[in-house]
């Protein structure tokens, strides 16, 4: 089993940017599939990235392609997600999540959630 934080999230203007991080908890941090998902108001929660196990092979939300950059260091158990050139459509609860299966962007492939950070762009 593993435990997520996500941490970096905020208020940041358009264009801006952030990083945000989740740090997990457990020795086996390198057998995991890891995504950022989010959930803006009212709708419902939509892949935005994935990285699979050594860092190898990323998966993006068509939207966020050339904007987002996710990486993982296994070594410090943690994965990124570097946000550049934010929109006001990218304002969201982002999630972290660990998977044992397969590089997915499907929610139901991943057992392990964070709580979320809160991300807001204005306008």
């Known amino acids: 089993q593993v435990q997520l934080v996500e941490s970096g999230g905020g208020l940041v203007q358009a264009g801006g940017s952030l990083r945000l991080s989740c740090a997990a908890s457990?020795?086996?941090?390198?057998?995991?599939?890891m995504g950022w998902f989010r959930q803006a108001p009212g709708k419902e929660r939509e892949f935005a990235a994935a990285?699979?196990?050594?860092?190898?092979?990323?998966y993006y939300l068509d939207s966020v392609k050339g904007r987002f950059t996710i990486s993982r260091d296994n070594a410090k158990n943690t994965v990124y997600l570097q946000m550049n050139n934010l929109k006001p459509e990218d304002t969201a609860v982002y999630y972290c999540?660990?998977?044992?299966?397969?590089?997915?962007?499907?929610?139901?492939?991943?057992?392990?959630w964070g709580q979320g950070t809160q991300v807001t762009v204005s306008s």
């Open positions: 999540a660990a998977s044992r299966q397969y590089l997915s962007g499907s929610n139901i492939r991943y057992e392990y």
């Open positions: 457990g020795r086996t941090f390198s057998t995991y599939v």
């Open positions: 990285i699979n196990r050594n860092g190898g092979s990323v």
